[in-house]
């Protein structure tokens, strides 16, 4: 036998509830216990509601709520009503969910509690005995619903859905009155096509909405008699709706009339006093609803318009290089910031080596300090500034420089504001070469994702924030961004939402990167590769305004990716080696330890941890002896190559100095001397090449060395 057919016999209906829909399926049973005939249907959530005493729905609905939330049984009592607002009879109900998160389903039983012994209280009673706990019961449930819409739509959706406590209302409208017209926004309980004709209407049309509308005052009309005399033009229009009773409610707020709300009911309806208040508060809550949703819709539109107007459209023809763009904002307010990105094309000339530099474009992320309009305001005119800047022919560093000399200059003029400054990646792009430089002012640095998925953060040399201070020098940083890699820049709210800080905020994303796929040419889809960095901070899309998560909107999100495309033929590369290059000038000796953690990102997956910690101990100690020993730079470039379990790492200091490095003999106490030593020891192989101007010191690694010793050690 079926489940149903078992429960039925000992009068157990079912119910399936899906939260998702807002429908609620009840078997034959469940349906005669409901009051309906004795077939399988299914209802809207307001139809349920309407089954229910409202005082009862009240508090199984938050029973529900808390049993889908923990994943528990549900257990309550219900009392039935029939059209006429009696008690048919009271069902108990079990119910428990199934599936996760917000759109899980609920499944459960339903089965009629005995009635009262004759003579203790009546087998029926009345909702009217109730009133004032159902009018309170309803009230609360319909200000809920009415407070957490957001939107014009879902005002007129719940509106649609509110069950009256004893007085159903079969059809509902919604009227606004715009310069001198009366126009239907909203309806339910209509065919489609029905309420054509009031779409639109003269405020002067001897018409019940139009009244309302212009005195303030409502319009009850308990019979067609009374709705035929008092509007002899508009009621042969309406008597073919079979309605009984009408009630038009004037929607007030904030002390004037923005339109009219009518109830039409099958039944005759008296208009009780406790009626009215009903419907008069209703209508009072549908206004402020209204205006709510009003304010928000505008300011979403002032949104759209200000990022329209301030977000650039990347230019997608760059030859071979792919570029995609991201902005997503704050959820307070009006959802602007100073978070900033653009493209710029950059005029013609000829680079340091003499090429020319045509087709060159400049890349630019930014953030002003705060989040309100002001921010926003700043953020604009420095990005004119910044466009300006590089149009003229300025290089990185100039741009940078001017652009702070701005900034400080309008935090001067205004004495009564407070001063804002704006940190800034500004990078100059050569496609043909793919040659990156890059001025950095307090912005986080640049990341590359490398042609096997691997992702380098890379330190850039920079300076202090845009404003701080008029005339601040911005080092440059040049970069090589080989094909099949793609560079990320972002602002701080990329990293740092959600309690991370730089660290662990990289961590996060390093996941979703290095997890992204590639398609058959070796180049992933960098627009889903955006749509999922931003997915991985502030999740769906469908969470940006509303639902659980957004407390996660913390900070305005500006994304930048750009992609060096492998030449036309080539496709995937198998093994493609990782490759690092990093310059540390005289004056910067701090930036050894950035060398080391590069070097270590590098060897992320390489399984002998005393090899991964020697190379970082010789890198250390090679790039010492070029500050110390010689008057220029090093440069630092280190390559892992070949297929896992036989790759080899190759890392090369070079300096301008000519002269050779020679053996030392330090003793116990000495604090250097041991350069080459440590080679001798610790390298796979390693040597000298003397170069045009200076020389380079190099090492090797093997993977397959390492494995055969530990297969060595294990056997011994």
């Avoid at 005995?129 to 319909?142: M, P, Q, S, T, V």
């Avoid at 330090?666 to 192989?685: D, H, I, Q």
Wanted: net charge negative; proline share 7%.
């Amino acid at each position: 036998m079926r489940t149903e057919d078992v429960l039925a016999a000992v009068q157990t209906g079912l119910w399936y509830w899906d939260t998702a829909s807002r429908t609620v399926t009840f078997d034959a049973e469940g349906a005669r216990l409901m009051g309906l005939p004795p077939t399988r249907v299914e209802l809207t959530e307001s139809g349920v509601r309407a089954r229910f005493h409202a005082v009862d729905w009240v508090e199984v609905q938050g029973i529900i709520s808390l049993a889908a939330a923990e994943g528990t049984l549900a257990e309550a009592r219900l009392r039935v009503v029939d059209e006429d607002g009696r008690v048919l009879r009271t069902v108990r109900s079990r119910t428990r969910p199934y599936g996760i998160g917000p759109a899980a389903r609920l499944v459960g039983t339903l089965e009629e509690v005995p009635a009262p012994q004759p003579g203790t209280s009546a087998a029926r009673s009345t909702v009217t005995g109730d009133w004032r706990r159902n009018r309170e019961a309803f009230l609360l449930d319909a200000g809920r619903a009415l407070a957490e819409a957001r939107s014009t739509s879902e005002v007129l959706r719940v509106a649609a859905t509110l069950s009256m406590p004893g007085f159903e209302p079969s059809g509902l409208a919604v009227f606004v009155g715009e310069a001198g017209r009366v126009k239907l926004i909203g309806q339910h309980g209509y065919a489609p096509g029905d309420m054509d004709a009031f779409m639109d209407q003269p405020m002067g049309a001897g018409a019940p909405a139009a009244e309302v509308i212009r005195t303030g005052r409502a319009v009850y009309l308990p019979s067609p008699e009374d709705y035929r005399r008092r509007f002899p033009e508009i009621y042969p229009m309406v008597e073919r709706f079979g309605r009984r009773s009408w009630a038009f409610l004037p929607m007030i707020n904030a002390g004037q009339t923005i339109g009219a709300w009518m109830a039409g009911f099958s039944v005759p309806v008296s208009f009780t006093p406790d009626e009215r208040s009903v419907l008069a508060t209703v209508a009072r809550m549908l206004a402020q609803a209204l205006g709510r949703a009003s304010v928000h819709e505008s300011e979403r539109e002032l949104t759209v318009g200000l990022q329209r107007s301030m977000m650039p459209t990347v230019q997608p023809d760059i030859p071979g290089m792919t570029v995609a763009a991201r902005y997503v904002p704050t959820g307070g307010g009006l959802e602007v910031g100073g978070d900033w990105y653009d493209m710029i094309p950059l005029p013609g000339g000829t680079s340091e080596d003499g090429a020319s530099t045509g087709g060159r474009l400049a890349l630019v992320i930014g953030d002003v300090q705060g989040h309100d309009v002001r921010a926003a305001g700043l953020m604009g005119q420095l990005r004119i500034a910044l466009r300006a800047y590089a149009s003229e022919g300025h290089h990185a560093d100039a741009v940078l420089s001017r652009a702070s000399r701005f900034l400080a200059g309008i935090n001067g003029a205004d004495e009564d504001a407070d001063p804002r400054f704006a940190t800034c990646l500004y990078i100059e792009v050569y496609p043909s070469s793919g040659l990156l430089v890059i001025a950095r002012a307090g912005h986080p640095d640049p990341a590359i994702r490398l042609s096997d998925g691997t992702l380098l953060v890379r330190p850039t040399a920079g300076g202090l924030p845009l404003g701080i201070v008029p005339d601040a020098d911005y080092p440059t940083t040049r970069i090589v961004l080989e094909p099949g890699e793609t560079m990320l820049v972002c602002t701080d709210g990329l990293i740092e939402t959600g309690g991370h800080d730089l660290e662990t905020g990289w961590t996060r994303l390093r996941q979703i990167i290095e997890d992204h796929g590639t398609g058959p040419d070796g180049a992933e889809d960098l627009e889903q590769l955006a749509d999922d960095l931003v997915q991985a901070v502030h999740g769906p899309p469908s969470h940006y305004t509303t639902g659980p998560l957004i407390d996660r909107r913390e900070d305005d999100i500006a994304l930048l990716l750009l992609r060096r495309d492998l030449p036309v033929g080539t496709g995937a590369v198998p093994c493609p080696p990782r490759r690092t290059v990093m310059s540390i000038a005289q004056a910067e000796p701090e930036r050894i330890a950035e060398a080391r953690h590069q070097l270590r990102e590098l060897l992320h997956d390489w399984p002998d941890e005393e090899q991964r910690d020697s190379a970082v101990l010789m890198v250390s100690e090679l790039i010492t002896n070029v500050l110390v020993h010689t008057d220029g730079d090093a440069l630092l470039i280190a390559e892992l190559s070949g297929t896992p379990g036989t790759r080899c790492l190759r890392v090369s200091v070079a300096d301008a100095s000519d002269e050779l490095p020679h053996r030392r003999h330090p003793g116990e106490m000495a604090s250097s001397g041991r350069g080459l030593v440590l080679l001798e020891l610790l390298a796979g192989a390693w040597g000298v090449d003397p170069q045009g101007a200076g020389k380079s010191i190099w090492f090797e690694l093997y993977e397959a060395a390492a494995a055969a010793e530990a297969r060595f050690e294990a056997v011994t």
